[in-house]
């Protein structure tokens, strides 16, 4: 089993900022794409930020110049800092991440997991 686990949300003003952090633990033996996605009461869930096993990423074009993501892959570990932030990237945020695992037979494969999800509010 693989479970991912965000932290690092809360309540800001904005033109502030935060930084979200994504936690995967389990039977990993490696994880390639890991994303930041966010959903908004009402709207759709949306990719905000994603980044590759080779650090290439790429960002939705409203968050492009103020949002970074990256990872640490000794840890197992995503980042989203947020800065400028707006009363529009109220959002949860949510931690999806392709990993290589295995069952208890030993046998891998690749599955994507996600986060429970982190409350981000902003005020005006």
């Known amino acids: 089993q693989v479970q991912l686990v965000e932290s690092g949300g809360g309540l800001v003003q904005a033109g502030g900022s935060l930084r979200l952090s994504c936690a995967a633990s389990?039977?990993?033996?490696?994880?390639?794409?890991m994303g930041w996605y966010r959903q908004a009461p009402g709207k759709q869930r949306e990719l905000v930020a994603a980044i590759t096993s080779a650090d290439v990423t790429n960002y939705e074009d409203s968050v492009k110049g103020r949002f970074t993501i990256s990872r640490d892959n000794a840890k197992n570990m995503a980042y989203l800092q947020m800065n400028s932030l707006k009363p529009e990237d109220t959002a949860a945020y949510f931690c999806?991440?392709?990993?290589?695992?295995?069952?208890?037979?030993?046998?891998?494969?690749?599955?994507?997991?996600w986060g429970q999800g982190t409350q981000v509010t902003v005020s005006s």
């Open positions: 999806n991440a392709q990993v290589l695992t295995s069952d208890n037979r030993g046998h891998r494969y690749t599955n994507a997991y």
């Open positions: 389990g039977t990993i033996f490696s994880i390639n794409a």
